[in-house]
């Protein structure tokens, strides 16, 4: 690549110091210093100049704007596991490459997973907050007081044994949880017995069973609304349900809707379906005590953010090398 010319690349947020200066090293990097997410007229304008794009799930890259971008763009590298974001079908009729940054966020994901699964049937957030401005509230000890549920000997059901369902069940197990999977095909059978998971071809048998249950399958068309009003309906009144995944795999107001009814126990999410802007219904739960919310954060740690840039720059330099990137996403 040293040989020719440089690539120039937009960045669309601001990223780890690390990564920029090896971008700026390496390409023609156009770097966003405010970090002030770029508008679609922005995204469009630079996607008319610029070689290569790196957005991220903040950024909706749709087949109306990968249509008018010019014939200069050739490759799409998102800072990102996921890649709903990007219309990746438009992308290949036009002769764009798109990559993502596999497997780098996977063991963060899957700890904030944990974290959720925990927190929640724990109280501990409801217990932080007793102690938040100071111990007058607290009146000491008591056998009665901010009881949860426990965990060792429940059943977590897991939507999605991929790489990052597969590494909560690893933790759940550690946990004293069983461990039951749906999955659109059973894991290799050496990953079914170290797990001693349960295969449960059918959704719906499995939600009846279980005690949590942690969304971790990517968001496609086809699980768009997966978990629907009528799947969590058939989950248990002292059941829970845990999303790091992408907000629109449950049906979010029907999950509101039965966290109020009591029909499930609680909820942890740290994605929701309109992000930013996050359902007033969820923030008044999270009050009551019902669910615990975090901002999308289950992937943010200093190394996984650098790992993430790392990877969108080998996808880069294998591109214009003339190689297959590593992590090319087919539509
Ligand atoms: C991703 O990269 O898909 C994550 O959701 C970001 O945390």
């Known amino acids: 690549m040293t040989n020719k010319k440089r690539p120039s690349v937009y960045l669309t947020r601001k990223l780890p110091d690390l990564v920029e200066t090896r971008m700026r090293e390496l390409f023609d990097a156009e770097l966003n210093i405010e970090d ?82 925990l927190a929640v049937p724990r109280r501990l957030v409801e217990g932080t907050r007793v102690l938040a401005n100071g111990s007058d509230e607290w009146g000491g000890w008591s056998p009665t007081w901010m009881l949860g549920r426990r965990l060792s000997g429940k059943r977590i059901g897991i939507v999605g044994m991929g790489r990052i369902g597969t590494a909560v069940a690893r933790r759940a197990k550690a946990f004293g949880l069983s461990i039951h999977y749906h999955n659109r095909k059973r894991v290799n059978p050496a990953t079914e017995a170290e797990l001693e998971a349960t295969y449960w071809d059918s959704l719906d048998q499995m939600l009846a069973r279980v005690d949590i249950v942690s969304v971790n399958c990517p968001s496609t068309p086809a699980t768009y609304h997966l978990i629907s009003a009528r799947h969590l309906a058939l989950m248990q009144p002292t059941s829970y349900i845990v999303n790091t995944a992408r907000g629109d795999i449950i049906d979010e107001a029907a999950m509101i809707q039965c966290l109020r009814d009591g029909k499930i126990a609680g909820a942890g999410l740290d994605v929701f379906e309109n992000e930013p802007v996050v359902n007033p219904k969820l923030i008044k739960l999270a009050k009551e005590g019902k669910v615990v919310l975090l901002p999308h954060m289950s992937s943010a740690t200093i190394e996984g953010r650098i790992d993430m840039g790392d990877k969108v720059i080998i996808n880069i330099r294998a591109f214009y090398d003339g190689h297959r990137p590593p992590n090319r996403v087919l539509p």
């Not at 794009?53 to 990968?66: C, G, K, N």
């Not at 200069?72 to 974001?85: E, R």
């Open 36 to 117: 002030a997410p770029r508008t679609k007229t922005e995204l469009v304008a630079a996607m008319q100049t610029v070689d290569v794009l790196v957005p991220t799930v903040t950024d909706r890259i749709t087949a109306e704007m990968i249509d008018q971008a010019g014939p200069q763009l050739k490759l799409i590298a998102g800072f990102s596991n996921g890649t709903d974001h990007i219309d990746v079908d438009a992308a290949a009729r036009k002769g764009i490459t798109v990559t993502n940054t596999p497997n780098v966020l996977t063991e963060d994901s899957a700890d904030m997973t944990m974290a959720l699964v």
